[in-house]
């Protein structure tokens, strides 16, 4: 059975950094490409980041990249969002998602199974 638990999640000041995780049981992060999506209540799901199996590409909205770093460690089984210079635009409930395939896909139906998600807070 695929389980994603991501953890992590806090209220931070804007400006500030957090790292979330998204620890995998079932898979291996190694052989499924990992999606991080967010959703608030005025906004409908969206597609973060996302790590893929072919070479480790990466991925990354507009709207984080420069500030947003995803990573995988097979090892521990697990995949990370490293956000700096955070902002309120970025308060949200985060996800991750895993899907069989090297193929990104910024829509939420092609992923195949998700964690509950992770409740990430800026304000000041």
């Known amino acids: 059975q695929v389980r994603l638990a991501e953890s992590g999640g806090d209220s931070v000041e804007p400006g500030g950094s957090l790292t979330i995780f998204c620890a995998a049981s079932?898979?291996?992060?190694?052989?499924?490409?990992i999606g991080w999506f967010r959703q608030t209540p005025w906004k409908e799901r969206e597609a973060v980041s996302m790590?893929?199996?072919?070479?480790?590409?990466?991925w990354y909205a507009e709207s984080v990249k420069g500030r947003f770093t995803i990573s995988r460690d097979s090892a521990k089984n697990t995949v990370y969002l490293q956000m700096n210079d955070l902002g309120s635009e970025d308060t949200a409930v985060y996800y991750c998602?895993?899907?069989?395939?090297?193929?990104?896909?910024?829509?939420?139906?092609?992923?195949?199974?998700w964690g509950q998600g992770t409740q990430v807070t800026v304000s000041s």
């Open positions: 079932g898979i291996s992060v190694a052989d499924y490409s």
């Open positions: 998602a895993s899907r069989d395939g090297w193929f990104l896909s910024g829509r939420p139906e092609h992923w195949e199974h």
């Open positions: 790590i893929s199996t072919q070479k480790d590409a990466t």
